[in-house]
């Protein structure tokens, strides 16, 4: 008798423990600090590759706008692809002036984000 009321003891906190760790699962996607998440929503990866410093780099677009580099970036950073926002410099080699903001990802990603930003501008 004794040995059965152990069993059916650690059988319910067995029971209790997995369920908690379900709901805690289900909580990231109810509400954070008091904002709904939208459903459709990627889960954040906390489990990201740290990047190789020598990794290429690669420009996939350009603008005149920082608003509209900013709102690319945004984009690309919806679909996990890293990119950086850069000023394009004060010359070119033949004197002419530049403008505008460049668009850079890894090279890597480089086919995946001209998808986005060529569905992001259509």
Request: overall charge positive.
């Amino acid at each position: 008798m004794e040995v059965l009321t152990r069993f059916l003891i650690y059988l319910m906190v067995f029971g209790t423990v997995l369920y908690l760790l379900s709901m805690w699962g289900k909580r990231g996607n109810e509400e954070i600090g008091g904002i709904k998440k939208p459903t459709g929503s990627k889960p954040h990866s906390w489990f990201r590759t740290k990047m190789d410093p020598r990794e290429l780099w690669m420009q996939v677009y350009e603008t005149a706008s920082v608003d509209e580099a900013r709102s690319l970036q945004a984009r690309l950073q919806e679909e996990e692809i890293e990119c950086v926002l850069y000023e394009q410099g004060r010359k070119d080699i033949h004197g002419n002036s530049m403008k505008g903001i460049g668009v850079a990802v890894p090279k890597t990603a480089a086919p995946h984000s001209q998808s986005v930003i060529s569905r992001s501008l259509s």
